[in-house]
């Protein structure tokens, strides 16, 4: 492997932005769960976040040995094992939080829907690939559709409602750079409308409570609505400049939620004010960024597909969650890229930056 070809092409505002985005996330979660630290004498959350980190990073070093295209070959094999994966939650997972989402193997807990993504994102890619030059009627695409129904209802059936949408998510920017016609996407968005009473029904209780809240969350104040009321309350309180590390009151006194997971955002916002949370969103508008470049620039159709539906997963996440915190889109529990703790979600995502990355290399024609 020639190291130093590798570091001159490299996309580096890509890595310094996930660097940089890393380091946000453990000073977060550090504080995040400082009373808890404290109280323990131990600060286990930033230990595994970290140690998991390092993993995470060994990950994206040692990609650079595979060429992307490889995975093509694994990809029906990938898609298999995902399913049977999803099948295994249902059946021997544990609940969480009211939802069956995590295996438990001895101490270490994980979640398989975290790996679907990355899973989907392969096998999509791959299976459009082959198909990509006879994908020109609506009814071409039919296929496409039907291969994510079944992990789809899976990670539904778990409830995951915020895995489920990110699949949605990854689905149509994909067909979008495939050339699904722009009316063909205001058809879908009428019918997806005209069924939103069937979705209703199928929704669960907290669901719909999610739901009503976000349209009133003044509707449930300590029940379904305390979540958001009290992250805009912290994100409302930081001001321009932000009260400081470890000092946001409702974070560190515990009125946030949730403040190291789906709420992190809230803590930023509180404990470092507009400038700290508008750094963090440039952070985040520069990954998009160069996903999106990185797919215009690829060599073949597969690496598009590949960084469209990294991108289009990113894109979402970030959308979705700083939404939430921010009282303008429903709780659906997605978490923010490389600042929420959780391991699952942390290795899933530096496993799709270090595609984003071959995709990139390879670009330049590197030898191995």
Known sequence: MDVKRILKNLDWWLVAAVVLLLGCGLGLIDSATHSFAVSTGKAWHVQRQSMFMAFGLLLVTASFAFDYRMLKNYASRLYIFNVVLLIAVMLFGHSQLGAQRWIQIGSLSFQPSEFAKVFLIICLATFMDKRIEWLENFKDYLPVFAYIFVP??????????GTSLTFIAILVGMIFVSGFKYKWFFRLGVLFVALLPVFWLILKDYQKNRIRVFLNPELDPFGSGYHVIQSKIAIGS?????????????SQLNFLPENHTDFIFAVAGEEFGFIGTAFIIILYAIIIWRGIAIALDADDNFGTLLAVGVTSMFMFHVMVNIGMTAGIMPVTGVPLPFLSYGVSSLTTNLMLVALLLNIKVRKQNLQF
Not at 238 to 250: D, E, N, P, Y
């Open 152 to 161: 789809f209802i899976l990670v539904m059936r778990q409830p995951d409602l």
């Open 238 to 250: 930081g001001g321009l400049l932000g009260k400081g590390w470890l000092a946001g009151t409702q």
